[in-house]
């Protein structure tokens, strides 16, 4: 199918409308490559918008407002590079609005961050998360100081390892945090706030139960956990929180 992105309410679980539509294209029909959702208000408008990206192919990182309208388009990792791209968004400057964050599927899960300032993107930040290809970003205050952390996961083929670096400096920061013992089919992250303290979700990679993970974003300690799907379903999964 092609890219068509639809929102929900979270309270209610109904389909959101944009403009006289239920949802909206993200991409050319022609485009049947995929797409990863973020939101955030990037712009200071004081509404979130919705950054889109995709799973592989030469397309742009889009940001669309809340009636399904392009606001910006951009290029992380230049205009041929096809490997597919993660975003996540989250304010890692301390600034009154929240960043773009993306990981590259290649290029040593390079990660940038980029500001956003009327129809321009503007990169602030460059560094790499593992010294392998792949990867998934994600951002959140885990240390409950100042400003938010970037969380990155290893990609496919990979020991499921989630580090945490300061989302102005790129400094690595804290304790490895190993999500899956023995495994090495990369881990995919998200963070979730409850009762003002932010914890770290991780996803396994395919090749192993469906297993969501909750950590303590302070001590990297185990939470909770439980399967999201039956234990014999081993496609992997991606996590989200808010």
Excluded at 28 to 57: K, L, M, R
Excluded at 79 to 104: C, F, H, L, M
Excluded at 174 to 199: I, M, P, W
């Amino acid at each position: 199918m092609f890219a068509r992105v639809h929102a929900f309410d979270g309270r209610t679980g109904e389909r959101m409308r944009f403009g006289r539509s239920d949802g909206f294209v993200a991409y050319s029909p022609a485009f049947f490559g995929g797409v990863y959702v973020a939101a955030g208000d990037v712009n200071g408008d004081g509404q979130n918008e919705i950054i889109v990206s995709p799973n592989f192919g030469t397309q742009p990182v889009r940001v669309f407002d809340t009636n399904g309208v392009r606001l910006l388009s951009f290029y992380p990792y230049g205009k041929s590079y096809s490997a597919g791209i993660r975003v996540a968004v989250g304010d890692v400057s301390g600034g009154p609005e929240a960043e773009i964050v993306t990981v590259g599927g290649t290029l040593r899960s390079q990660v940038r961050v980029f500001g956003v300032a009327g129809t321009t993107a503007t990169q602030a930040l460059l560094f790499n998360a593992f010294n392998r290809p792949g990867g998934t970003v994600a951002v959140g205050n885990v240390d409950g100081v100042g400003k938010a952390e970037i969380i990155a996961g290893a990609g496919r083929s990979q020991v499921a390892e989630v580090r945490i670096f300061d989302g102005a400096t790129g400094v690595r920061s804290g304790n490895t945090l190993l999500a899956y013992a023995g495994f090495k089919g990369g881990v995919r992250v998200s963070t979730v706030e409850r009762g003002g303290q932010v914890y770290i979700l991780t996803a396994p990679g395919s090749g192993l139960a469906p297993q969501l993970t909750r950590f303590d974003g302070q001590t990297l300690s185990e939470h909770d956990a439980f399967f999201a799907d039956e234990d014999d379903f081993l496609n992997g999964l991606f996590v989200a929180g808010g």
